[in-house]
C-alpha cells in the first residue's frame, strides 16, 4: 500500500510539473492586465483593447491547467494510451455537465486523471487478438477510457455535486444574517478549498449577489480569502524553501503576484501536489483572514478580491492586515505539515 501511494504522488507530480506553466503564464497575463483596470459592477473592468488581449491569452493558457493535470497524470500512470483520455476529462472537469450545470474544477480533474490513468492501464493488459493489438492504444484505450470514466462522472457524479451546491449556497445565504465569526469561517475554507472550482464559486457568487442588494461586508471576508491561498504559499516557498521544490519555489513568485490581483488558483499547484498538508493550511488561512475582515467591518465593494480592489474597500489598513495574518497563519501551518522535499 505504501508503494502504491508513493506511486501515486509521483504520477500526481508528473501531471502537477506539467500544469505549472499554464497557471504561472496565464495567471500572470491575467493579474497584470486587471492591474490596468478598475473596478466595475460585475468585476475589473480593463478598457484597453491591448490588456484586453493581454487577458484574454491568460484566460486561454489558464484553461488548459484541468486538462493538463489530468492528462499528464494519466499519461504517468499509463503511457501514451493514457494522454487523451486525461485531456478529455480534465476537460470534462472543468465543464458545467448534468442537470446540474456543475463543474468540478482542479479536484475533479486529478480525480479523473487518476482514475483514466489506471483504466487505461488496465484495459492495456487486456489479452486481444493480434489484429486488434495494434490499434489498442490509438483506439481501444482511449476510446474505452474515455467512454467509461466521461459517462461515469455525467450520469453519477455531477448531479449529486449540484444538489450538494444548492445545499450550500442555501446554508450560506442563511449564515450571512447570523454570526460574523461563523460566516467568515465558512466563507474562507469554501473559497479556499477548490479555488475556482464549485464550493468556491458558491461563496462567492453568494458574496456578489449581496453586493447587489447593498451588502458588502461578505464580499470584504470574500476578497481577503481570495488572496490568502496563493500569497501564503508564495511566502511559504520563500519562507520555508526547503519545503519545496526549486520548479515549486519560482512558481510561488507567480503565485504572489496572482494572489496580489486576486487569482486564487495560484495556489492550486501546491494543493494538487499535496493536498493533505495544503488544503487545511491554506483553508485555515482564509478562514482566519475572512473572520478578522468581518470583525473589523471590512467592505468591499466590488465583485472581485485582493489588493487590487484597495481602492473601493471600507476598512482598508484592516483589510490589509487580514491577508496579512491569513497568509502567515498559511506560512506557519505548512511549516509544521510539510515535510522536507529530497530532490533527485
Not at 493579474?31 to 480593463?46: K, Q, R, S, Y
Not at 481577503?224 to 524553501?241: D, N, Q, R
Request: with cysteine.
Amino acid at each position: 500500500m505504501k508503494e502504491f501511494l508513493t506511486d501515486l504522488k509521483n504520477h500526481v507530480m508528473t501531471g502537477v510539473s506539467y500544469m505549472i506553466p499554464a497557471v504561472t503564464v496565464g495567471g500572470i497575463c491575467i493579474a497584470v492586465a486587471l492591474a490596468t483596470g478598475e473596478a466595475g459592477d460585475t468585476g475589473m473592468v480593463i478598457t484597453s483593447t491591448f490588456w484586453n488581449n493581454v487577458n484574454t491569452i491568460g484566460g486561454i493558457a489558464i484553461g488548459y491547467m484541468c486538462p493538463m493535470l489530468a492528462g499528464y497524470t494519466a499519461y504517468s500512470i499509463a503511457g501514451r494510451p493514457g494522454l487523451l483520455p486525461g485531456f478529455a476529462l480534465g476537460s470534462l472537469a472543468n465543464t458545467a455537465v448534468g442537470t446540474s450545470s456543475v463543474s468540478t474544477g482542479f479536484l475533479g480533474a486529478l480525480v479523473l486523471g487518476i482514475a483514466a490513468g489506471y483504466l487505461a492501464k488496465w484495459v492495456k493488459g487486456w489479452k486481444v487478438p493480434k489484429v486488434i493489438k495494434s490499434i489498442m492504444p490509438i483506439l481501444i484505450i482511449p476510446l474505452v477510457t474515455t467512454m467509461t470514466i466521461g459517462l461515469l462522472y455525467i450520469y453519477i457524479f455531477a448531479n449529486p455535486l449540484g444538489g450538494l451546491v444548492t445545499a450550500m449556497t442555501n446554508g450560506l445565504s442563511g449564515l450571512s444574517s447570523g454570526s460574523t465569526v461563523l460566516l467568515g469561517i465558512a466563507v474562507g475554507c469554501m473559497i479556499a478549498f477548490d479555488m475556482g472550482g464549485p464550493v468556491n464559486k458558491v461563496a462567492f457568487a453568494t458574496s456578489v449577489a449581496l453586493i447587489a442588494e447593498g451588502n458588502t461586508s461578505m464580499m470584504g471576508m470574500c476578497g481577503v480569502a481570495i488572496c490568502v491561498p496563493p500569497i501564503g504559499m508564495g511566502l511559504a516557498t520563500f519562507i520555508c524553501k526547503k519545503k519545496f521544490t526549486e520548479e515549486e519555489r519560482e512558481a510561488g513568485k507567480a503565485s504572489a503576484v496572482m494572489g496580489c490581483i486576486g487569482i486564487t488558483e495560484g495556489a492550486i499547484p501546491f494543493a494538487a501536489s499535496d493536498p493533505i498538508r495544503v488544503l487545511p493550511s491554506i483553508m485555515t488561512g482564509s478562514a482566519v483572514g475572512a473572520v478578522i475582515a468581518g470583525l473589523c467591518a471590512c467592505t468591499n465593494a466590488a465583485p472581485h478580491g485582493g489588493l487590487i480592489v484597495l481602492p473601493v474597500v471600507g476598512n482598508a489598513l484592516m483589510y490589509t492586515a487580514a491577508v496579512l495574518v491569513g497568509s502567515l497563519v498559511v506560512v506557519g501551518m505548512i511549516f509544521i505539515l510539510k515535510k522536507d522535499v529530497v530532490e533527485e
